[in-house]
């Protein structure tokens, strides 16, 4: 039998990242590859992000829908006070 996960290095590990499908934001605590099989005829593996919270519990979501935090679309308020400046 396989090992069942491994860490996998990412750009944004210990940042401040937003999972895009909640809208959750937190810390980015660690990125597995985990084997998410329920039975043993074949191996389904994902990339999960694991991410701390404010409340200081952690959850999970895949890697592709995290983002960094501070990648909010400019208002076009905030656009036009940074233009002015």
């Not at 934001?25 to 999960?48: F, I, K, P, Q």
């Not at 960094?68 to 905030?78: L, M, V």
Request: proline share 4%; charged share 25%.
């Amino acid at each position: 039998m396989s090992e069942q996960y491994e860490y996998v290095p990412h750009r944004l590990l210990r940042r401040r990242v937003r999972d895009i499908a909640s809208g959750a934001e937190g810390v980015l605590m660690a990125v597995v590859n985990e084997n998410v099989s329920d039975c043993h005829t074949y191996e389904c593996w994902r990339e999960l992000a694991y991410i701390r919270g404010a409340s200081g519990r952690e959850f999970t979501t895949a890697v592709e829908n995290i983002v960094p935090a501070y990648d909010q679309p400019q208002t076009t308020a905030k656009r036009r006070t940074l233009g002015s400046a």
